[in-house]
C-alpha cells in the first residue's frame, strides 16, 4: 500500500524568500501530481513528472521528481503572496489511475 | 480548459435524509474519482469509475453508493445521511490526454444536522 508523506505540513514565510516542500512516498511509482487548492475551492493542478529526473517549472514554483529515492521537491522562488495556499502531492499507485494523496502543505506567505 | 461540473454547492440536510450528489464532466473522460475532504486535511478516495458500468469502491470505506450509466454522469448517493457524512466531497475525472491528469470540480459541502 503506497504511502504519502509531506514535510512541512505547515510553512509561514516570508516574501521573497526561497523555499522547498518535501514529498516521500513509501513504494514504487511511475508518475507523480502536485496540486494546489486555495481555502474552501478545489483542488488546481499545477504538474504532473513522468520520469525519474523530471523537473517542471511555472513561474515561481519548480517541482522534480526522483522515483529511485521515492522523492519529489516542489521548490518555491522569491516567494509572493498570492502563492499562499495548500499544496498536495499525489503519486500514482500502481498501473492504474488511482492517485494517493499526501496530507498537504499549508503554505502561508507573509507580505 | 476543465468542465466538470458539481451539484449542489453547498447542501445541509437532516440526519436519515437520503441525498444524490451530482457530477457531470463534458470532456469524455472514461475515469471518473470520488473523493472525501475534511477541512484542512488529506483527500481520501471514496469511489472511482474506469467507464460506463464500471465502479469500485475506493481506500477509505463509505457507506454511499455510486453508479456511471452514462460515460459523462457520476453520482453519488448516501441512502441515509448522518452526522459523520459531514465533509466536503469532490469529484474527478481523467483521460488519455495529459497523462491521466485529474481534473477536479468545484466541490459538495455537505452538512448532515
Known amino acids: 500500500e503506497l504511502k504519502v508523506e509531506q514535510n512541512p505540513l505547515f510553512l509561514s514565510m516570508q516574501e521573497g524568500k526561497n523555499y522547498t516542500i518535501y514529498c516521500n512516498y513509501s513504494t514504487t511509482s511511475d508518475r507523480l501530481y502536485w496540486y494546489r487548492q486555495d481555502p474552501g475551492k478545489s483542488l488546481e493542478s499545477l504538474f504532473v513528472?513522468?520520469?525519474?529526473?523530471a523537473v517542471k517549472q511555472e513561474g515561481r514554483l519548480m517541482a522534480s521528481l526522483d522515483t529511485k529515492a521515492r522523492l519529489s521537491t516542489l521548490h518555491i522562488t522569491a516567494a509572493v503572496h498570492d502563492l499562499s495556499a495548500t499544496y498536495f502531492c499525489a503519486p500514482r499507485e500502481g498501473r492504474d489511475d488511482k492517485i494517493i494523496f499526501g496530507k498537504g502543505t499549508r503554505l502561508h506567505i507573509l507580505p | 480548459e476543465a468542465d466538470i461540473y458539481q451539484t449542489p454547492r453547498y447542501l445541509v440536510i437532516g440526519t436519515g435524509k437520503k441525498i444524490t450528489l451530482e457530477c457531470s464532466q463534458t470532456m469524455g473522460h472514461d475515469k471518473m474519482y470520488w473523493y472525501q475532504q475534511d477541512p484542512g486535511m488529506e483527500l481520501h478516495l471514496i469511489h472511482y469509475s474506469y467507464g460506463v458500468n464500471s465502479t469500485e469502491k475506493g481506500d477509505l470505506s463509505s457507506e454511499s453508493t455510486v453508479s456511471r450509466i452514462r460515460t459523462e454522469h457520476f453520482p453519488l448517493t448516501l441512502e441515509s445521511a448522518r452526522p459523520s457524512h459531514t465533509s466536503q466531497y469532490l469529484c474527478?475525472?481523467?483521460?488519455?490526454?495529459?497523462?491521466?491528469?485529474?481534473?477536479f470540480g468545484p466541490g459538495t459541502r455537505l452538512t448532515v444536522t
Open positions: 474527478a475525472s481523467s483521460g488519455y490526454i495529459k497523462f491521466h491528469e485529474q481534473y
Open positions: 513528472l513522468l520520469s525519474n529526473g
